[in-house]
Nanobody, 120 residues
Framework: VQLQASGGGLVQPGGSLRLSCAASGRAFSSMGWFRRTPEKEREFVAWIGGVSATYYADSVKGRFTISRDNAKNTVYLQMNSLKPEDTAIYYC?????????????????WGQGTEVTVSS
């Protein structure tokens, strides 16, 4: 099983980016995005389950949208109205369970990070 994250980059405040995470090897009931900063080791960002149930951290609610394409076994994170405090390394993760959780240790697989920098 592999999770391949991509789409990070440098963007100005107020801009947008879309991250992708392609899963190979099997399909998962739910997937999530986390981010790491110098202050926080692994902060929950968003989760998506079956039938497109979603859950977001308060800090990104209304700005970020998580979605999935089951045919491609890929999950996306559309990030709009980006702020400098969104600067982080973003990781995707996958769970066998379809229950929403925000705790990193509850996820079964992790992708490599993709770096997002929000700066003018």
């Amino acid at each position: 099983v592999q999770l391949q994250a991509s789409g990070g980059g440098l963007v100005q405040p107020g801009g947008s980016l879309r991250l992708s995470c392609a899963a190979s090897g099997r399909a998962f009931s739910s997937m999530g995005w986390f981010r790491r900063t110098p202050e926080k080791e692994r902060e929950f960002v968003a989760w998506i389950g079956g039938v497109s149930a979603t859950y977001y951290a308060d800090s990104v609610k209304g700005r970020f949208t998580i979605s999935r394409d089951n045919a491609k076994n890929t999950v996306y994170l559309q990030m709009n109205s980006l702020k400098p405090e969104d600067t982080a390394i973003y990781y995707c993760a996958a769970r066998y369970s379809g229950v929403a959780v925000t705790t990193p240790t509850m996820y079964d697989y992790w992708g490599q990070g993709t770096e997002v920098t929000v700066s003018s």
